[in-house]
Every structure is written in C-alpha cells, then in structure tokens.
C-alpha cells in the first residue's frame, strides 16, 4: 500500500497550494480519505476529511479556506488549500480510512502517506 503526497513548499500569507496524495494498493473508492496536519511542537490534528461518497468535514481552522476533493478514477484525494496564513505551516499528511461512510479517529486510518511540508511565510 502506498500513499504519495504532493505539492507541498513554501508560498506567502493569502496564498494557495493544493496537495494531491496518489494511492495504490488498496480499493481507494470504497474508503473514508483524510488530510492531516502536525505542526511542530502540536498535536496532528484533523484537516478534512471525506467520505467515499464524497461528503466533506472540515476542521474549524481551515473551514471556508480548503477544500477536500478524491478522483475515484485516479485514485487520488486532493486538498486545496486557499487564504493561507502562517498558522497552516506544518507537515500534511494524507491518510486512508477502513471502508465505510462514516468518520473515523487517527487510530482508525490504517494507512498514512509519508507527509508534505507546507510553510506559510508572513
């Protein structure tokens, strides 16, 4: 099982990325898909996830700035990430849930990519 995460770097307040995580291995449409973020110094926290039928939640912090996406075809679940501010610098991190439609703990993603360093300059 592999998930790669990409399109991490270095951008300005106001600013935008979006990340994108490949993954293989495993029957990618019938699973929960989730961004997470560790700052250092913090606790990993929720970004967004979303359910295979493509219903999103989104961590207070980042509500109306990113956006979750997954392309059932690719394989690949991607966080688009808009009005950036320093607070968003950390280490992003995709991760695959069990199969279901429901919302899920970290200890329940049996699956994490290897992370993406995001960092937001003032």
């Known amino acids: 099982v592999q998930l790669q995460a990409s399109g991490g770097g270095l951008v300005q307040a106001g600013g935008s990325l979006r990340l994108s995580c490949a993954v293989s291995g495993i029957i990618f449409s019938v699973r929960t898909m989730a961004w997470y973020r560790q700052a250092p110094g913090k606790q990993r926290e929720l970004v967004a996830d979303?359910?295979?039928?493509?219903?999103?939640n989104y961590g207070d912090p980042v509500k109306g700035r990113f956006t979750i996406s997954r392309d059932n075809t690719e394989n690949t679940v991607y966080l688009q990430m808009s009005s950036l501010k320093p607070e968003d610098t950390a280490v992003y991190y995709c991760a695959a849930g069990p199969g279901g439609d429901g919302r899920y703990l970290p200890s329940e993603y049996a699956y994490w990519g290897q992370g993406t360093q995001v960092t937001v300059s003032s």
């Open positions: 979303i359910t295979k039928r493509g219903i999103a």
